[in-house]
């Protein structure tokens, strides 16, 4: 089965979503900081457990930042294409990240769920004869994406 897709809407609604709340937290600290500053609020560990919760919030933002890839799947030819990129990126046509693989050299492929992120694991043999093991991180793809890699993988591991 050819397929193809990204996930390059997913992660700029989710980049949107991100500076938005993040915005909105800096508004209501600063707010926050301001009537505790002048004493209506004298509450001083409702303060302290909101700074360490937007502070919290804030490192996990800028995490999710930095982690958000674009990721492209091509599968229509003969080759695997994985692409992946920052979705800040001006130039997309030279990716951070580009795995090619003819699809006769895969082993396996199949889908597996961690705590918080989904990988799909493509196992394949390098020009050498080695036997090797490739993870790509997709978890900004959307369930149909998903369930379509899930049938692709059914259709490949049958082939092998």
Do not use: W
């Amino acid at each position: 089965m050819a397929t193809k897709f990204n996930s390059k809407k997913r992660v700029k609604y989710r980049l949107t979503l991100m500076m938005v709340s993040m915005l909105i937290l800096s508004v209501l600290l600063t707010f926050g900081f301001y009537y505790s500053f002048i004493n209506i609020f004298p509450i001083k560990t409702l303060d302290y457990l909101i700074v360490i919760l937007s502070l919290a919030f804030f490192l996990y933002s800028i995490y999710s930042l930095y982690n958000s890839r674009v990721i492209d799947y091509d599968s229509t030819s003969e080759v695997l294409s994985i692409k992946y990129y920052l979705p800040t990126d001006r130039d997309i046509s030279k990716p951070n990240h580009a795995f090619e693989l003819p699809k006769s050299n895969i082993i396996s492929f199949k889908i597996q769920d961690d705590l918080f992120h989904k990988y799909l694991v493509i196992g394949f043999e390098n020009s050498k004869g080695i036997c090797m093991k490739k993870y790509f991180d997709i978890s900004s793809c959307t369930k149909s994406q998903i369930t379509i890699l899930e049938i692709e993988s059914t259709d490949l591991n049958r082939k092998i």
